[in-house]
Antibody, heavy 117, light 107 residues
Framework: QVQLQESGPGLVKPSETLSLTCTVS????????WSWIRQPPGMGLEWIGN???????NYNPSLKSRVTISVDTSKTQFSLKLNSVTAADTAVYYC???????????WGQGTMVTVSS | EIVMTQSPATLSVSPGERATLSCRAS??????LAWYQQKPGQAPRLLIY???ARATGIPARFSGSGSGTEFTLTISSLQSEDFAVYYC?????????FGQGTKLEIK
């Protein structure tokens, strides 16, 4: 079965760039949208953006100016870059698969990223 | 963006009883509404999509209803493993948005 695993630094300094990678295993990265979603401590969920395996993207307008999502089909990975981070970007970051029904059916375990000097 | 509002924020119910959770959208989302369950330290799990269709492997005690702006998630007979936080999410319009969650706790 398909599994997702986030990886990347757990601590990022203010004003720097947060970079995370999600590795897809047990299945194909093709024919699906792949998403990033975050959850600040004790708070709700915020959709960050999606990428199709072909490379087309959709971003949340609230983050669009700072976000880049990319895909590497040869490595079955997709990545998130969020620049100019502040403490407000501290959150658990999840990667997830978006099905053709437009729901998130498979999630990674999540990775906590803290923005602090 | 569409704002999703869940009520109540916390619901206290005894095991074996029925729980009813509500979700309201700031504008119509048709039936493009999903429900997720999240337990502490875990990722959310898809329960319901299309407002009323159960996802693969979800027990029949979970049911969803509604359309337009008003939605309900019902858990018919609460089991110990059902106490968690529940989120609704609309996927009718970009950006996809989630409610703030309802915490279902043991009474």
């Amino acid at each position: 079965q398909v599994q997702l695993q986030e990886s990347g630094p757990g601590l990022v300094k203010p004003s720097e760039t947060l970079s995370l990678t999600c590795t897809v295993s047990g299945g194909s990265i093709s024919s699906y949208y792949w998403s990033w979603i975050r959850q600040p401590p004790g708070m709700g969920l915020e959709w960050i953006g999606n990428i199709y395996y072909s490379g087309s993207t959709n971003y949340n307008p609230s983050l669009k100016s700072r976000v880049t999502i990319s895909v590497d089909t040869s490595k079955t990975q997709f990545s998130l870059k969020l620049n100019s981070v502040t403490a407000a970007d501290t959150a658990v970051y999840y990667c997830a698969r978006l099905t053709y029904r437009n729901v998130f059916d498979i999630w990674g375990q999540g990775t906590m990223v803290t923005v602090s000097s | 963006e569409i704002v999703m509002t869940q009520s109540p924020a916390t619901l206290s119910v005894s095991p074996g009883e029925r729980a009813t959770l509500s979700c309201r959208a700031s504008q119509s989302v048709s039936t493009n509404l999903a429900w997720y369950q999240q337990k502490p330290g875990q990722a959310p799990r898809l329960l319901i999509y299309g407002a009323s269709a159960r996802a693969t492997g979800i027990p029949a005690r979970f049911s969803g209803s509604g359309s337009g702006t008003e939605f309900t998630l019902t858990i018919s007979s609460l089991q110990s493993e059902d106490f968690a936080v529940y989120y609704c999410q609309q996927y009718n319009n970009w950006p996809y948005t989630f409610g703030q969650g309802t915490k279902l706790e043991i009474k």
